[in-house]
């Protein structure tokens, strides 16, 4: 082994990048999954506190940088150390790799820091050839076991390493079923597999234009760069993006020997729970074949059996098992994911982490584990991924809904949605992008679907059980999903499946309840959510945990109440302008913009001024005492009037107004840049009377709710401030008007004015604003597009290649960019409260829900954050979290 701190690339050559473990040894241990892996660090501890683990080793992730580094290329100095854990193998399981006589066989699999299921690669059988494999079926007295695992073998490698187009194998293996007239793979002969081999072969030669390799250690350095070249596919990529997996990371590459569950009746693989992942219930759950391959559990190639069942197959391996899970559970302290084979009634296990789970699950599983004193209530709130409690707050099927039944498959991930049918995943990301809902349909997902999956309202399989990649990917992303419908047949040349007589062709519309397992036809009724005792209670302990308040988005009383119902604290944005577009208003506003003086333009206002007052006393009601954020007027004019002749024409016939005239003023409105035209408190500056109208509905409103006896501190807040002097105009005006209506009304009542700081000069001169503010409320929307001169409506186009080329850690419109646009942030919290030393500051962008970015708001000292309603809980659950870790 090179033994210099520097290589070419000048990337630092760790001094162990070898990790060796097995039964009473292993030189690595769960605590060290950013070099090992999760899948490494785990088989490590599993290791040491005594299970039943193949022998092998881990290339640690730092050698996946050296990898790309190199441009692909394994560095040579890598292999020695490789070859000297390689030979531990062989003395720990007494064969040698590449024997003609007893050959070892290893598998080769990947292993990131964070759970990527089924988005890298493995290959396993690896040190099969033609002689080996004779020696294979001597030591193991089965030759159909032997060719049969080296057609595997030979199939894996050729998709994996090779990169061949690996239907081919697979319609030749098809075609040999039909010619001997058997349904299942393992009823071909091993005269058949034998024959099936060097069709393989023969076809790899064609299409590659190079032999299959003999050499067991030329196939064990294709395999361990094809499993690092792995971490750079397109599917792994969008996996990453949607987890926010930094790319940096790398994958390990763990070598295992091989434990075979495909040696007869006596043997078995499964992949199992230690609870149930879509309920939470506290059971064991899973699925097991006898006499196959992991493979085949997972890739939905045939259905498997419940885990249950093991029971009665094989007794003792079954209680072994069992034995096995609560030392796992009790030991990590939390669900576990297990992967097993029991070889001749002997048990293996080959893995162990954390399982994919849904929210509702989660919840659960959380709630029982404080109550099993297995964990506490600060690590139940640190455990819960504060975005997955969406899966929970959308609506499911209305059971008294009419409904028609086409199938009924496993309920893989639960929730009930309905859209087009579609058979490819281009199609669904095509059909997702022109704002359509669609149902993903296929035989059984594979990694290379991941993008059609994340487009698709829900995904239906009519193969593979409640562990394969369609059910395991779905719950992780919280996708509704049906699996393993062996009742529908799908015809990916017609685009059609059938079911129950029906014929279902692409753009039909189904709908998915992946609660029950069943698939209707049309579009079904949905209800509301209820949300059980568990949400509630882990709610409860966040709001507990909890420094930051948490205010909603919301502007009218449908989405204030939602709001409350979720547990927001107040409004901390009300956007007046979604109040202008009702049917009985929108000609007053538009009367209004036209007008050619200040007096047209209160009397336009006068009709708005008792709509706007009812608003707003509807908001206060429903709030009941909460703080309730109202903004003044932001958008430009030429946002509410019409602009096709027909519109015009017919709204000048409407409101009296010479139609030239209307279509005049119109057109005055455009403007090459309105994002940064006139709009907000420019709007204010030129036409006061409009703010003037809106901080008397404000007033009044607050005065009729204090009369009832009730308390209320409005809060009026002025948007796209500047300067300080902006402020300190519009501050006076909506004071004096403020006070005006106490005078009027004879009653008195505390009132805050406010601006929104979404402007990066208004950031930094924040000392300067925060003397005319009683609070500052950013508006990370447009402070993002104004920092980063991008729009937000044309960016999304090219934004994801900034991502996925590292110029950008994440679209910055999602989650906050807190190098740029968070230093404003700081820096305009910083100077605000130097100027003000008990200024109330907020944010009320899009951000205001996002998880990451709430921890960011926790860390500079912000008061509340305010987001949709549907994310209220995401925010409650991340802001209780971002606590919990800053005090840690």
């Known amino acids: 082994m090179q033994t210099s701190t520097q290589n070419k690339t000048n990337l630092e050559v760790p001094k162990k990048f070898v990790y060796y473990f097995a039964a009473g040894e292993a030189e690595g241990n769960a605590t060290m ?23 092998g080793f881990t290339i ?105 187009n690996s239907s081919l194998l697979e319609v030749t293996l098809e075609d040999l079923k039909a010619e001997k007239g058997v349904h299942n793979d393992t009823e071909l002969t091993a005269e058949d597999l034998k024959s099936l081999v060097k069709k393989f072969k023969a076809l790899v030669q064609q299409m590659t234009g190079k032999s299959f390799p003999n ?85 939905g190639i045939r259905t498997p059996q419940p885990i249950s069942l093991l029971k009665e197959v094989m007794p003792q391996a079954y209680k072994e098992l069992e034995d096995n899970y609560f030392k796992l559970e009790n030991y990590f302290k939390d669900m576990q994911d297990i992967e097993f084979t029991i070889e001749r009634n002997k048990l293996w296990m080959l893995q162990t982490r954390n399982g994919k789970r849904t929210a509702k699950a989660a919840l659960q599983i959380a709630c029982d584990m404080i109550d099993e004193k297995m964990i506490t209530e600060e690590e139940a709130i640190l455990r819960i991924d504060p975005a997955s409690l969406d899966q929970l707050l959308h609506p499911t099927l209305d059971p008294q809904a009419q409904k028609t039944i086409l199938a009924k498959g496993l309920p893989a991930s639960p929730g009930g949605v309905c859209g087009q049918v579609v058979f490819t995943p281009e199609d669904a990301v095509e059909l997702k992008e022109k704002g359509q809902k669609v149902i993903l349909v296929r035989v059984e997902t594979s990694p290379e679907d991941i993008a059609g999956m994340v487009a698709a309202q829900g995904i239906l399989t009519s193969r593979g059980g409640m562990t394969s990649h369609a059910a395991v990917v779905a719950r992780g992303m919280g996708k509704c999903c049906v ?28 709908t998915l309840d992946g609660s029950t397992g069943e698939i209707y036809l049309g579009e079904v009724k949905t209800i509301e959510p209820k949300l059980d005792g568990a949400f509630s209670r882990l709610m409860a302990i966040a709001d507990r945990v909890r ?41 007053a506003v538009r009367e209004m913009i036209i007008a050619e003086t200040s007096n047209e333009r209160e009397k336009a206002l006068v009709k708005l001024l008792p709509m706007q007052r009812e608003d707003f006393y509807q908001l206060f009601k429903i709030m009941d005492g909460f703080p309730v954020t109202i903004r003044l007027l932001d958008p430009p004019l030429h946002e509410f009037v019409p602009h096709s002749d027909s519109e015009i024409a017919e709204l000048a016939k409407r409101i009296n107004y010479d139609e030239n005239r209307l279509k005049h003023k119109i057109h005055s409105l455009h403007e090459f840049n309105p994002m940064l035209g006139h709009r907000g408190c420019r709007l204010a500056i030129t036409y006061p009377e409009i703010y003037q109208m809106q901080a008397r509905a404000i007033a009044e409103a607050a005065a ?16 796209l401030v500047a300067t300080a002097k902006e402020l300190e105009i519009l501050r006076e005006q909506t004071v004096a008007v403020v006070e005006q209506v106490q005078k009027e009304q004879n009653v008195k009542y505390d009132y805050q004015v406010g601006t929104m700081i979404e402007l990066p000069r208004a950031a930094v001169t924040a000392h300067e604003i925060a003397r005319h503010a009683d609070f500052f409320s950013f508006g990370t929307n447009d402070l993002t597009q104004t920092t980063l001169g991008l729009s937000r409506d044309d960016s999304s186009r090219f934004l994801g290649s900034y991502v996925s080329h590292g110029i950008l850690p994440k679209d910055p419109f999602v989650s906050i960019d807190q190098i740029g646009v968070g230093t404003l942030v700081k820096t305009g919290v910083d100077l605000g409260r130097q100027a003000k030393g008990n200024l109330k500051i907020g944010v009320c962008g899009e951000h205001g829900g996002d998880p990451s970015s709430i921890q960011f708001f926790e860390n500079v000292n912000l008061d509340y954050v305010s987001c949709s309603p549907y994310r209220v809980p995401i925010a409650r659950l991340a802001a209780a979290r971002s606590k919990l870790q800053r005090s840690h």
């Open 215 to 299: 050499d067991p250690l030329e196939q064990l350095w294709g395999a361990v760069s094809a499993v690092f070249r792995s971490w750079n596919t397109p599917r792994a990529i969008t996996y990453r993006e949607l987890h926010d997996i930094p790319a940096d990371w790398g994958t390990a590459v763990n070598v295992q020997s091989m434990v075979f569950g495909n040696l007869g009746e006596d043997s078995a693989t499964g992949v199992a729970f230690t609870r149930n992942p879509s309920t939470g219930e506290r059971k064991f759950y899973g699925e097991f074949l006898v006499n196959a391959q992991g493979e085949d559990v997972v890739a």
């Open 483 to 510: 699996a393993g419908c062996s009742e529908v047949e799908v015809n990916y040349t017609n685009e059609t499946f059938k079911a129950k007589g029906y014929v279902i062709k692409k753009g039909d519309i189904i």
């Open 547 to 587: 420094r930051l308040k948490v205010r909603a988005n919301a502007d009218t009383p449908t989405d204030a109440k939602t709001a409350r119902d979720f547990g927001a604290e107040g409004i901390g944005l009300c956007r007046t302008e979604h109040m202008f577009f009702g049917e009985d208003r929108i000609d």
């Open 704 to 719: 009729q709710f204090v009369k009832e006896g009730k308390k209320l501190v409005p809060e009026i807040m002025i948007p």
């Open 60 to 164: 640690s992730t730092d050698i996946c940088a050296h990898f790309y580094a190199e441009g692909g290329k394994l560095p040579d100095w890598v292999k020695p150390s490789v070859l000297e854990a390689l030979t531990k193998m062989e003395a720990k399981i007494g064969k040698k790799f590449g024997d003609v006589e007893n050959p070892l066989l290893v598998s080769v699999r990947s292993g990131a820091r964070a759970s990527m299921p089924g988005m890298m690669d493995t290959i396993l059988n690896l040190g099969l050839n033609d002689q080996t494999v004779e020696g294979l079926a001597k030591s193991s007295n089965n030759p159909r076991f032997a060719w049969d695992s080296y057609r595997r073998f030979i199939q894996m490698y050729s998709d994996v390493v090779l990169e061949m």
């Open 33 to 55: 999954k950013n070099v090992l892996g999760g899948k490494g660090a785990n088989l490590a501890e599993m290791t040491s506190i005594g299970l039943n683990v193949p022998p």
